[in-house]
């Protein structure tokens, strides 16, 4: 992610800051300026975008002022026009229960994924609000957790109802049990993946969606070509056969992972993840100037500067002991499946 200046004093600002340690000026995403700024407290209760040539008046949203859990603002008209939440906000239709200890926590780390999320959707121009619209299916977001089966036990339980983390219509559930590092943790060991992040889950979810908004319907047949038939196997054959045989043992090389073996859908989404993972990287990289670019329009230039990046970042991690950064390999066949994802972008790009 970029770093902002504080319009105030200069000081560098990160993307989840709330107020300028510096100068202690107040800081919101102004969606004029598209980029968090210093916001001047006004005598009406409303602030101002101290970016001369944006001045925009702006509210909190209803989350950042009264949730803690969001540091986005919503123009003054739209707050006018009773709108009370920003532009990543206003997708929720769940929340975890506030009530359950620790869940207020869990709900602000799943929505700062949210806003990155949001952030890298908006730099490759996806649509997930046409003209103010809600695009068709719309985009919502359930941030669900398992039923309590004892008091105050918010964990797991056989006795409760699961909430499975995916997609459906338009809707994103995610169990909010995967914003508990311990809990994500023990479940990446469990199906041996070499991520599972919060930030990873919206960018797979989020696969399913477009493929829903972009591909059904529409570019079928040329998705068939190069994912497979996703109407044979059905998915809950392919979902029964995934668990009971595993991923066939020559997946590295035709996937991006394991679980992407599974059905044409999944693998369209782990490979979508895995394209919002490499655009997110490019750009940070270039605004820190460790690559001359981010995000570009020809492909073959972007994974040339990836693959060489990558190299580098996974040496570095491993000097730490960390996971590498990017564990996926890219193949002529996944480079292929890439090429496709990134003319879908590219077409939804030109329409927006
Ligand atoms: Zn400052
Ligand atoms: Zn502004
Ligand atoms: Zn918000
Ligand atoms: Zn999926």
């Not at 919206?202 to 591909?215: D, K, T």
């Not at 996971?323 to 939804?348: G, N, Q, R, S």
């Amino acid at each position: 992610m970029r770093h902002y200046p504080c319009q105030r004093c200069d000081n560098r600002l990160f993307f989840d800051n709330t107020l300028c340690l510096v100068c202690h000026s107040e800081l919101g995403w102004c969606p004029g300026c598209h980029a968090l700024v210093t916001v001047d407290l006004q005598p009406d209760g409303r602030y101002r975008c101290v970016d001369d040539t944006c001045a925009t008046l702006l509210v909190k949203c209803h989350n950042y002022s009264v949730e803690g859990v969001c540091n986005r603002m919503i123009t003054s008209e739209e707050a006018d026009r009773g709108m009370t939440l920003c532009d990543c906000c206003r997708h929720n239709q769940a929340i975890p229960d506030l009530s359950v200890p620790g869940h207020r926590e869990r709900w602000a780390k799943l929505e700062s994924a949210k806003r990155r999320l949001f952030y890298t959707l908006d730099l490759l121009g996806l649509p997930h609000e046409v003209d103010g619209r809600r695009a068709n299916p719309p985009l919502a977001f359930a941030f669900l957790a398992d039923e309590v089966a004892a008091e105050g036990d918010w964990h797991s339980s056989d006795e409760g109802m699961p909430v499975f983390t995916g997609h459906a219509g338009g809707l994103i559930t995610i169990n909010v049990k995967e914003a508990d590092d311990v809990e994500r943790e023990r479940l990446r060991n469990d199906f041996n993946e070499a991520h599972r992040t919060l930030i990873g889950h919206f960018r797979h979810e989020i696969g399913h969606y477009y493929w829903e908004l972009l591909i059904k319907n529409r570019d079928e047949p040329a998705c068939i070509e190069v994912f497979g038939d996703h109407n044979n196997p059905s998915y809950s054959e392919a979902l029964d056969r995934h668990y009971q045989q595993g991923p066939p043992n020559d997946w590295r090389g035709r996937f991006v992972s394991a679980y992407a073996t599974m059905h044409p859908w999944e693998d369209f989404a782990e490979t979508f993840g895995f394209y919002l993972d490499m655009v997110a990287i490019l750009d940070t990289a270039g605004h820190f100037g460790i690559t001359p670019t981010g995000f570009d329009e020809d492909l073959e230039a972007m994974l040339t500067t990836f693959r060489r990046l990558s190299l580098g970042f996974n040496e570095m991690n491993r000097e730490m002991g960390l996971l590498d950064l990017v564990p996926e390999v890219i193949t002529p066949t996944i480079a292929c499946k890439l090429c496709y994802i990134h003319d879908m972008v590219l077409a939804a790009r030109r329409q927006q």
